[in-house]
């Protein structure tokens, strides 16, 4: 079961469609495997519609304020509302969104990841030892956005971060300091964990990063390869 989910702050962002590309495909993306979350950003999307239609556009108010007129729309012509009314009178269709998810091969192994991620799957992927990572072109100054592979038994050595480090898991497994992580969790970490990311069976992340990692332990000249392909 999903343990770690989006903070509210960040739903409501997202319903609001205010969050930077890296972090609304990451709550998207948690949403799809989500139904919690999902419910929760459905409900503000409508909370936020209400509150811009009761608020009025800044014209309206001049227009009410201002003039005694009310603006009465132009009839629609009688076919037009026929029409309309013809189509309106058919019943809902059950459309299933083009939202199936998608197919995508790392390795040895082909994962089902969300639809959004399609758009951003242009670049290579780039391998050192057990860990791939493709990043994705997301023009955010320092943020990196990218898909990070790791295969069984692959680890990465204990660090902690100069910014925050997001990590979606959508695949697989992977355990660190504060215990094991399922696909769908969202993990928002911040510069004061120090932790070393392994996994038994092989994950696949997605992960936004906005400053280098900084190793903890061993020395950082070896382990700046490793760094700079996660980050
Ligand atoms: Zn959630």
Redesign the pocket.
Known sequence: M?KH??QEALLLAHAKGELPLSMAIAVSA??TL?A??TAIVAALTEQEAQATLSAGSPEDRVTASETDMTLVPDPLPRELQAMLAHIFSQPEANVIPSHAPISLSVRTTTYSIPAVFRQHLTRPWQQLGKVCRMRFDVDELNTRASLLHIDALGEIPQHTHKGYELTLLLAGEFTDINGEYVP?D?ILLDNQTHHAPKTKTGCLCYTVLDAPLHFTKGLSKLLNPIGELIY
């Open positions: 999903i989910h989006p948690h949403c989500c919690k979350c769908g969202f």
